[in-house]
Nanobody, 124 residues
Framework: VQLQAFGGGLVQAGGSLRLSCAAS????????MAWFRQAPGKEREFVVG????????FYTDSVKGRFTISRDNAKNTVSLQMNSLKPEDTAVYYC??????????????????WGQGTLVTVSS
């Protein structure tokens, strides 16, 4: 399974970006998906997750009401709409796929496949 994340860039505080992650190989429609991020000098952290059917979503508190995750199983894509961006959202964003659907949504070790990351920079 290969995951390709794209859509990052430079945006001013208060602005918006939309990240997308395209999957190839495997059976995307059976995987739980998530976005993690890693800021300079910090550990990778969970941002948002979505179940295989799209029926449930999970957000870290700092992005609730600003970020929205969605997926299109017909197109093998998962997207992250980010609004009202803040400088503290600056990080490399990674999409991740959980093949076995057996672990916690919120920890990186649950996920079996990772994209290469896309950089989001929010200027103040």
């Amino acid at each position: 399974v290969q995951l390709q994340a794209f859509g990052g860039g430079l945006v001013q505080a208060g602005g918006s970006l939309r990240l997308s992650c395209a999957a190839s190989g495997g059976t995307f429609s059976t995987y739980n998906m998530a976005w993690f991020r890693q800021a300079p000098g910090k550990e990778r952290e969970f941002v948002v997750g979505i179940t295989w059917s799209g029926g449930r979503t999970f957000y870290t508190d700092s992005v609730k009401g600003r970020f929205t995750i969605s997926r299109d199983n017909a197109k093998n894509t998962v997207s992250l709409q980010m609004n009202s961006l803040k400088p503290e959202d600056t990080a490399v964003y990674y999409c991740a796929a959980d093949r076995d659907r057996s672990g916690s949504y919120f920890v990186s070790r649950t996920y079996d496949y990772w994209g290469q990351g896309t950089l989001v920079t929010v200027s103040s």
